[in-house]
């Protein structure tokens, strides 16, 4: 439900082509909330559909000419609608804390590798998120908006920091792994030991 709104605020940011949506998509709404540029021109037509929003009329009618769109006044209202909600929060669902509950009984084979692996790229994001802040929030720079986006970008930072801290921990926790002690038995029917 959220890339409709995630299309809706980029527009009232600025109207843009579906080729612009996507290349903000890729660069600062991406760090965020992905989406593919099939996944974005679908939602395009839909939110055009639904009155939501309306391609810009073109200065001069070309051929192949991309349409720019902008939010219309039933647009703004259903953001609105949608910011406003309550929303609990999702549960964690990463595919490597898995792969560590299944290595306590299958083996740490490879997975050493990889928490460096993840630990390099989550290190490199996490600069890239304090380079943005550096250029994007320097100090008096206070609007509301500003202070909005500058607290997005805050929860990447913090998302960064506390994933490079754990998977250094994790990494240093897997160099004490006696070679052997790659599995552990079950406990019991349920196998549930944490």
Partial sequence: MSLPHAILTALLEKPSSGL???RRFDKSIGYFWSATHQQIYRELGRLEADGLIRALPAEQPARGQKKSYEVLPAGRAELARWTAAAQDPKPLRD????????AAVVG?????????RHLELHERQLAKYREIEERDF????DSSPDRLRHL????????ETFWTQWLRHAVAEFAELPPDEGRVESDG??????
């Fill in 138 to 141: 320097p100090p008096g720079k």
């Fill in 108 to 116: 740490t084979d490879g997975l050493a590798h990889d928490l460096e």
């Fill in 20 to 22: 612009e949506l996507t």
């Fill in 95 to 102: 595919a490597l804390l898995l792969r560590l509950r299944a």
């Fill in 189 to 194: 029917p349920s196998g549930d030991s944490t």
């Fill in 152 to 159: 997005v970008l805050r929860a990447g930072i913090d998302l």
